[in-house]
């Protein structure tokens, strides 16, 4: 399904490149469909963990617009911004039509790659959460493995992204924070830092606490 999801993406991008010139979607579908998914499991995160229905509505309204919106938003204008002035090809002549990469496209590959961290880090961390939060050896190994699969992935599609426009080069520098979060994640676990605790104490730390 996962690959299935890349590839049909990728063939609606070269369908708006070559019939509209432009490589971003028409229509926000997607993004409203992540933020839809995002909602309902939050919201059955609350189910589970929170303990009043006004809190649980902020945490629903703060993770879709921080979690999703928000950092998607930084995320794309610092990948947009990056392509346009350092990884574009130069033009053979004045003759060329210049391409640039859109906001909306770089917003695009945003919501192609959150897609599976939202699949490990939202829907497979939920039903895996009461072993995740405990304290030990195996869960805070799990944990650690989960995000860092999650994150890298996310920047493995990233780099797919822009790698599909052949108006750009040396994109195989999208894949140079994999290697940060192959450093980092280790240190993270010998130093006993549990990504899962950190973030679920940040919106349920009462529920949590009373289970660990």
Known sequence: MLLITIY????????????????????PAFAVICSLLLSVSTIAYCAAYDHSPGHAVFVVISVLLFHFLIIGAILATICWFFTNNYLREEAPNSHVVEQRVEWLYAFDVHCNSFFPLFVLLYVVHYFLSPLLVAHGFVPLLLSNVLFMV????????????YDVLPFLERTTLFLYPIGVVLVLSP???LSG????R??????????????L
């Open 187 to 189: 240190i993270l676990f």
């Open 8 to 27: 049909s993406n990728q063939i609606k991008y070269s369908y708006c490149a070559e019939t509209k010139n432009q490589w971003a979607r028409d229509d």
């Open 193 to 196: 830092f549990s990504p899962s």
């Open 150 to 161: 999650a994150v890298s992935y996310y920047h493995y599609l990233n780099y797919l992204g």
């Open 198 to 211: 950190y973030f679920m104490n940040m919106y349920f730390s009462q529920r949590v606490q009373m289970q």
